[in-house]
């Protein structure tokens, strides 16, 4: 059984800094695209950020570019998202997803991991 389980969140400031990681096991993930989406309160899911297998396709939405850097190890199947930078509209909880490609921006996910909560006061 496929699991990806996400941690890293927490409670920050203004500017602060935070990096969330996302493991994945049960299965082989090779030439899976991995990264993250997010939900703010009342909002609906949105894209974050995206790397495939190889690393050579990385993507992320346009407000956290130049903020974010997503990374992978894929030696232990694991996913980093770097938050830099960080403001109130980043508050949320952030997901973790896997979807066979190059990005899991577009198509019908395969794994979804539990979110894990960034708040981020002003």
């Known amino acids: 059984q496929v699991t990806l389980v996400a941690s890293g969140g927490g409670l920050v400031q203004d500017g602060g800094s935070l990096r969330l990681s996302c493991a994945a096991s049960g299965g082989s993930f090779v030439n899976y695209a991995m990264g993250w989406f997010r939900q703010a309160p009342g909002k609906e899911r949105e894209f974050v950020s995206s790397i495939s297998w190889s690393r050579s396709d990385i993507y992320y939405r346009d407000s956290v570019k130049g903020r974010f850097t997503i990374s992978r190890d894929n030696a232990k199947n694991t996913v980093y998202l770097q938050l830099n930078s960080l403001k109130p509209e980043d508050t949320g909880v952030y997901f973790c997803?896997?979807?066979?490609?190059?990005?899991?921006?577009?198509?019908?996910?395969?794994?979804w991991g539990q979110g894990t909560q960034v708040i981020v006061s002003s």
């Open positions: 997803a896997a979807k066979w490609g190059i990005t899991i921006e577009t198509g019908r996910i395969d794994y």
